[in-house]
């Protein structure tokens, strides 16, 4: 399995690291995983000023305090990961390199902050969530579970899209631990109340 976690040294952002690293089942195959930081470029005018190298150093120096962390996080738990960094502006690059990776998983975690409190996610979430069709897992920041395998909802609809969803817990399982506990969802409408005359008084 492969993983690509974009990261931003949030506590969201560390949720979804100790997520990954809790699970006790996936590790025994050694997954694939590489976290991805973005850094937002310096003014140019800043750049021109203190030169290229600075600047390089910069990037480096800042992208490392996210990164090392997370890498020492997954290494205690046994899983080796890969890790890099681009600049520009978080949302779109994340976006466009999720559209172009050929993860299994996309794993985060999300503010929620910005906007409206963004609906349901952050800004970020909702710009690799537009940018690609890779299966995308959000983490808001509640603790690791301290049991490997995990109780899963599934919400069914009929569509191709909860089909989908099953087929990628079936294929992922190992993510989900040894034996997870399965509760599959559908709402029914309420059909007594559209067949309801309507109120005439």
Do not use: W
């Not at 089942?25 to 190298?53: W, Y």
């Not at 690059?93 to 409190?117: N, P, Q, R, W, Y």
């Not at 808001?140 to 109780?151: I, M, Q, V, Y």
Request: glycine content about 6%; hydrophobic content about 45%; some cysteine.
């Amino acid at each position: 399995m492969r993983l690509l976690m974009p990261i931003d040294g949030s506590r969201f952002s560390k949720a979804a690291v100790a997520f990954i690293a809790s699970r006790a089942t996936l590790i025994q195959n050694q997954p694939d995983i590489e976290l991805l930081n973005a850094q937002f470029p310096v003014p140019v005018r800043v750049a021109s000023a203190v030169g290229k190298d600075m600047v390089l150093s910069y990037y480096k120096s800042e992208a490392d305090k996210v990164v090392e962390p997370a890498l020492e996080t997954l290494r205690r738990a046994g899983l080796p990961a890969q890790a890099r960094y681009v600049v520009g502006i978080p949302g779109v690059e994340l976006g466009k390199i999720a559209a172009a990776d050929t993860a299994d998983l996309i794993v985060m975690g999300s503010h929620g902050h910005t906007g409206f409190k963004k609906l349901l996610f952050g800004s970020v979430t909702n710009a690799v969530l537009a940018s690609c069709t890779t299966p995308l897992l959000v983490l808001r920041g509640k603790p690791a579970p301290k049991n490997d395998s995990l109780k899963v909802a599934i919400a069914l609809d009929g569509s191709k899209y909860g089909v989908a969803a099953v087929r990628f817990f079936i294929k992922n399982r190992d993510l989900f631990g040894a034996a997870p506990m399965v509760t599959f969802i559908h709402v029914v409408p309420n059909l007594l109340n559209r067949m309801r005359p309507a109120n005439t008084d």
